[in-house]
Each structure stands twice: as structure tokens, then as C-alpha cells.
């Protein structure tokens, strides 16, 4: 793993910061560079150019002569593409000009870019930016202190506002958000200045974790259960029904004595 020495904004030493073979110390990929820049550069077009067709000019609805007689050849519309004056035949109308780009793709043009700006030596670390207050005159005096000269690019957080304040009247320097960081930018400018906040290095790590598919919960043990398990007791038989008896038909009733031939032979 590569080093680089850490300065302070007066230029003197303040320590070595180590810096990451995945993204300062990879082979630079050109043909992808090429193709992400390129990619990068046709979605900053506008694409709101627009030419009028002879539906969309005004004017030439009557023909100017008649269809024959008149020696000359035939016309429809004053408004056609061969007349001046007329519409635009297969003119440039509004379209977009981005380009479906991989992430992975963008973040190895990023690396690639990093990496050649690292092995020429083009890569500054600082512990931080102690600026009192917004001032560009102390901004270009800590540029001078640090030997930086060309174009420069200095990454920064959200919180540095006073940094940014400082930086944003000089010309040829560029502050950009550490989440904004690009292979153009990068390509574009002769230096480029990270803090030991900004310095790209365990957040490129984790994006190769999550790529790779790595498992960052706690691992499951792959080992058999030696613990026996209680085996489930046996379910009891269903007891069978029981046949409930018939009960006893109820006897037929006697029929009713017939009273009135005994009453008439007591008569």
C-alpha cells in the first residue's frame, strides 16, 4: 500500500497517510475513461435545439399556380424545403443526449483516474483547512505554501463552507463534494487535494464488500447439532365408540272394557 506524506496548509510535514491500493494503485483503464467522459459530457447538453418543418411555417397554404399550363413545374406550397422561406427537411428537433452508463463502469473510470493522478505524484493529502474565515487571499497563500500550481481540485464536505467560501473566487481551482467526485474533474485538473476526512479509502472498500457480495452480519456457525432432540411422544389410539343399547318399546296399551253390555245384563 502506497503513502503519501501529510502537510499542513503552511507547508511543512504533518505525518504520512497511507493510501488505498484499490483506488490510487490500479491500472488505469483508458478505453473506460474514454467512454464514461464521453458519456459524462453528452448528458451536460441541453438538446433543445429545433428547426420548423413545412407543417410548422407559417403560411403556404394556397398553390402558387396552377397545376398546368404555365411552363414552369409543378409546386404545392411556398412553404416546401426548396423554397426560401420554407420548412427545414429533417432538422435537428429537441432530444435527450444521455448515455445509459454501468456504476460499475463510473466507479472504475474514478479509480483509473485517482490511480494516474497518484503514480505522477499529482495527489496532495492535508490534515485539514484551519481558515479562520472566508478569505481567498489566504486560500491562494496556502496553494503557494503547498507548491500547487496549475489547475487544482480540492475536495471537501458539506461542512466546509468556510473552505469552499475561500476557494470559489480562483480560477483555476475547482471545489467539488466528496459524493460529487468524478473521473472528468479529476482528469481535468493537475492536482488533486484531499483531506484525511476526504481521503477516498474505507468507503471504496465497502463498496467492493457490497459488489462482491460479502456478509457483514455475524456469521451463521456451519456446525451439526449435537443436542438430541426429544422425540415427539406417540399420539394414544382414539377410543373406539360405544354402542348405546336400544331402549324397550313401551307395551300397547290395553283396550277399554266395554261397559255397556255388563250394564245391560245386571239390568
Known amino acids: 500500500m502506497a503513502s503519501v506524506e ?30 464514461v467522459v464521453t458519456a459524462q459530457l453528452a448528458a451536460a447538453r441541453s438538446g433543445t435545439q429545433s428547426t420548423k418543418t413545412r407543417a410548422e411555417v407559417r403560411g403556404g397554404g394556397k398553390k402558387p399556380w396552377r397545376q398546368k399550363g404555365t411552363g414552369r413545374a409543378r409546386q404545392g406550397s411556398t412553404r416546401a424545403p426548396h423554397w426560401a422561406g420554407g420548412g427545414v427537411a429533417l432538422g435537428p428537433k429537441p432530444r435527450s443526449y444521455a448515455q445509459k452508463t454501468p456504476k460499475k463502469m ?47 481540485l480540492v475536495v471537501v464536505t458539506r461542512d466546509d463552507e468556510i473552505v469552499y467560501k475561500s476557494f470559489r473566487n480562483l480560477q483555476e481551482v475547482q471545489v467539488i463534494l466528496t459524493g460529487e467526485l468524478n473521473a472528468y474533474d479529476v482528469l481535468c485538473s493537475d492536482w488533486v487535494v484531499f483531506t484525511q476526512a476526504t481521503l477516498p479509502a474505507g468507503q471504496v472498500a465497502s463498496d467492493r464488500a457490497k459488489q462482491g457480495g460479502v ?27 360405544v354402542a348405546a343399547e336400544p331402549e324397550p318399546a313401551p307395551a300397547p296399551a290395553e283396550p277399554a272394557a ?4 255388563t ?3 245386571g239390568e
Do not use: C, Y
Open 258 to 261: 266395554d261397559t255397556t253390555e
Open 215 to 241: 456478509q457483514t452480519s455475524a456469521p451463521v456457525s456451519a456446525e451439526p447439532v449435537t443436542e438430541p432432540v426429544a422425540a415427539a411422544p406417540a399420539p394414544e389410539p382414539a377410543a373406539e365408540p
Open 106 to 152: 463510473i466507479q472504475l473510470a474514478l479509480r483509473s483516474a485517482l490511480s494516474d493522478r497518484a503514480a505522477d505524484g499529482k495527489v496532495v493529502v492535508i490534515d485539514e483547512w484551519s481558515f479562520d474565515q472566508p478569505k481567498t487571499k489566504t486560500a491562494k497563500a496556502a496553494l503557494g505554501a503547498l507548491g500547487l500550481d496549475g489547475k487544482v
Open 6 to 35: 501529510v502537510k499542513r496548509i503552511d507547508g511543512s510535514s504533518a505525518g504520512t497517510a497511507e493510501l488505498d491500493d484499490a483506488t490510487f494503485g490500479i491500472q488505469p483503464n483508458v478505453p473506460v475513461m474514454h467512454q
Open 263 to 265: 250394564e245391560e245384563a
